[in-house]
């Protein structure tokens, strides 16, 4: 007699546990001290005794949320780097702290009275921390200006940012890469999260140009040639170099890319947060039929605007859902640092005053763990430890918070968008697992929630330290694969394993999620 569907999925699940645990043995040292393994499923457990395999640099943590269903803790207290997995923390904070609504205000002030439509004196920028302030926004900003009658800037530009206390920042000294978008610092006055793209054409040779708004004062070089053969991980074919003068910086990018590759934009943070968010103003105001005196188009100092009267204009922010969103789904790590900072309630704030209060909103929710350090908010960071049983518990609080919808809605859905867009996009009931994921040179992880139309809902969290990536990848996918195979799926008859009726084609698509989009 052929055995239930509950049954069949029990025995798949039990072959996704054992090719996870061979996968992982793969990239295990020898050398490594046994672990305890009471606390992992019987057919996990024979895998590891059979195959001789050790997992004590892995931490993984499965909990369920609605009651019965499977339980794992492996090493699950142990405090390792959470990488980008961090940024969970800090969003699901930020979003109960301030409020999905909350937003940030963007301020122009006049220095003195415009004459004829010409402003002698310094335009005062006044920032707020925006850690999604856009083009959008800096054009509407300026063009109520416009509307003003201000349509000459002469006395140059004085950026406000002291709402935030932060030391000089380095952009290179975490892995040398400088212009890495990844690598920019916080700023209260970040655009763009302080990109500036490059869009590349085929030759030969190749062309390059900065696509709009490209800031005064950057230009740039190409001098990149062109081969015949595969388009194969052709941005590390490219090399980009900054060279800086007075009033002027030189990015001259050099290499070889393959013909076949075709149009490609290419992401670099060759500017300081106030320079590109000069540079940029003083574009999208020459766009808007503006005009600037020459010997002032990009000059700019630091200063305060005044504590009176009432800016000449301003403009709202994103609200915070979604920038959260924007931070999750695509790992944004310099949104992420400065959104840390506006958890500060002092001013000017201080990354460790954000941090004194993301650990007191901790303990108030009975969620602080002593391994725990935040350093950035953002997990990249060598500094930066966490637990697997600490995010698994975070992810279970924030299941039953009002700010839940929000939260859910920033995760990357797999195989659909994000971080997770190009992950087992033909696995079955795959936009059913949302997760963050997380990466540094000898650290993976992956945290988040599997939530099926019926049977148990989950919170998980895995980290792994190994310095073989692609086989800390392919453990990843293993445990990825083991997940949904705990899901309920939809049979050709139209039925799910739990015996509700279903959709298969809305099953294996992206649209028949029935949790919040």
């Not at 019987?42 to 059979?50: F, H, K």
């Not at 790590?333 to 002092?346: D, E």
Request: glycine fraction near 8%; charge should be neutral; include cysteine.
């Amino acid at each position: 007699m052929a055995g239930s569907p509950l049954s069949e999925v029990r025995r798949r699940v039990q072959g996704r546990l054992i090719a996870l645990i061979v996968t992982l043995a793969l990239i295990a040292p020898a050398a490594w001290p046994h672990p305890s393994t009471h606390s992992l499923p019987p057919s996990l457990a024979s895998a590891l005794t059979n195959s001789g395999l050790v997992l004590d640099r892995l931490s993984l943590s499965l909990q369920p949320l609605d009651g019965d269903g499977l339980r794992i803790e492996h090493d699950a207290e142990a405090s390792r780097p959470p990488a980008s997995v961090l940024k969970l923390l800090t969003t699901y904070a930020a979003l109960e702290l301030l409020g999905p609504a909350h937003t940030w205000t963007t301020e122009a002030w006049l220095s003195s009275p415009v004459h004829r439509g010409v402003l002698s004196s310094p335009l005062i920028i006044r920032a707020s921390g925006d850690p999604g302030l856009d083009e959008s926004e800096l054009r509407s900003l300026l063009q109520r200006l416009r509307t003003r009658g201000l349509n000459e800037l002469n006395g140059g530009l004085i950026l406000d940012r002291s709402v935030f206390d932060l030391p000089e920042f380095n952009p290179g000294s975490f892995d040398g890469q400088a212009l890495a978008p990844y690598n920019s610092g916080p700023d209260a006055l970040t655009f763009n999260a302080n990109v500036v793209t490059v869009q590349l054409r085929p030759g030969p040779p190749w062309r390059a140009a900065l696509v709009a708004p490209a800031p005064i004062g950057l230009d740039l070089i190409a001098r990149i040639a062109s081969r015949e053969g595969p388009c194969d991980e052709w941005r590390s074919g490219i090399e980009a170099t900054l060279f800086v003068r007075p009033n002027i910086h030189r990015l001259v990018l050099t290499g070889v890319m393959a013909s076949d590759c075709g149009e490609r934009d290419l992401h670099l943070s060759p500017l300081s947060a106030p320079d590109l968010f000069a540079g940029s103003l003083a574009a999208i105001w020459l766009e808007l039929g503006g005009r600037i005196d020459r010997r002032s188009r990009i000059k700019w100092s630091s200063g305060v605007a005044p504590t009176f009267g009432q800016p000449a204009a301003s403009v709202p922010s994103q609200a915070l859902a979604s920038i959260v969103r924007t931070i999750n789904k695509h790992s944004n790590n310099p949104m992420a640092r400065t959104l840390l900072l506006s958890l500060s309630t002092k001013r000017p704030a201080r990354v460790e005053d954000a941090e004194r209060r993301l650990h007191t909103w901790l303990e108030g929710r009975g969620l602080s763990t002593p391994e725990l350090v935040i350093d950035n908010g953002s997990g990249l960071s060598r500094q930066a430890r966490w637990s697997t049983a600490g995010a698994v518990r975070l992810l279970a609080a924030a299941r039953s918070s009002p700010v839940w919808p929000e939260f859910l809605s920033s995760l990357p859905i797999l195989g659909a968008d994000g971080t997770l867009a190009r992950r087992h996009r033909d696995a079955p009931g795959r936009t059913r697992l949302r997760a963050k994921t997380g990466s540094l040179d000898g650290v993976r992880t992956l945290a988040g929630y599997l939530l099926p139309e019926c049977g148990p809902a989950y919170a998980f969290a895995l980290f792994i330290e190994h310095p073989d990536m692609p086989a800390t990848r392919a453990a990843q996918d293993a445990f990825i694969a083991w997940l949904l195979d705990l899901a309920p799926t939809c049979g050709d008859e139209g039925r799910t394993n739990c015996g509700q009726t279903c959709d298969p084609g809305i099953d294996a698509g992206s649209s028949g999620r029935r949790f919040p989009p």
